[in-house]
């Protein structure tokens, strides 16, 4: 069994992730950070069905991380996880559990806050629910591979921890959307910051210029040769690189930059792949979206 502080090795990356562990110890949460790095996520499922999940997996349908949530809500099917678990390893396939548990109290403290019974709790009370859960899930935590006590832990720390037991540092984890808009058309409003281009000259009054995008060289020329295009660009990058780290730091990992002008067609489009280009020779992994482009 290993420690939670100690992450999976980056030989190990495992196909299939089993989460299980005490109710109210934070199940829903882990399931929330393994979607959000793109693991496919099945929640309350009856062990018996993660032997046809895996074989679709073993035939290329698609599905190569695979998270399985599996508690006492399923009840008596809960009984064969132990024997599933043995199939999965008799497969040949990468899987790992990841086991969650909390002190009595805080088990208490939660079902408390939400005002809902334990699942096993019967006509006793919640701790009598935690006492026979315990004993139903010490056979499966004693094959975990990482224990997790979450006690002490917020939704945002058990979020991190199960990042860096399965996420691959070497991945791009921060997803960057620079989009140009219209201030005619109104905010975006998936847009984390806003920018403001109109201080620059509008290419719209230029007539060999009018019909044109700032797809086009001409016009990408005319805005970025304007005063203050390129000084504008520079310092924005320079400024928005240090904070894209803490972004990912605080579960953020996709970030969009909103690039305005008038209408958005000429002025916000250039300034846009500028900054996208700028970012992506800093290393980032970049995409452009021009909302109101053709729109006029």
Known sequence: MRDEQTPLPAGERPE?????????AGRTRAAAALEDLNWYVVDNLPPRLLMTLAAMMRTGDGISRLAAVVDVRSREFFTEMVSVIGQIRQT?????????????????RRF????????LQGDGTVLDGIAEERKLLQSLKNRADVIIDTSALSVHDLARKIRELVDDPTE???????MSFGF?????????????????????WVSELRHLTGHDKEVRSYVLALPGATEFIDRYVAAIEPVLDGYVDELKPYLTIAVGCTG???RSVAISEAIA????????????????????
């Open 16 to 24: 299939i992730l089993i989460i299980t562990g005490m109710s109210g």
């Open 92 to 108: 040949g396939m990468d899987y790992r559990v990841i086991f969650l548990e909390a002190s009595d109290g805080e088990l208490v």
């Open 112 to 119: 408390d806050t939400v005002r809902r019974p334990h699942p």
């Open 172 to 178: 791009k984890r921060l997803h960057l959307t620079v």
């Open 184 to 204: 005619k058309y109104g905010l975006p409003l998936d847009a984390d910051h806003v920018v403001d281009v109109r201080f620059l000259s509008n290419p719209y």
């Open 264 to 266: 958005g067609k000429h």
């Open 277 to 296: 280009e700028r970012l992506r020779r800093a290393g980032h992994t970049v995409r452009t979206l021009h909302r109101d482009l053709g729109r006029e």
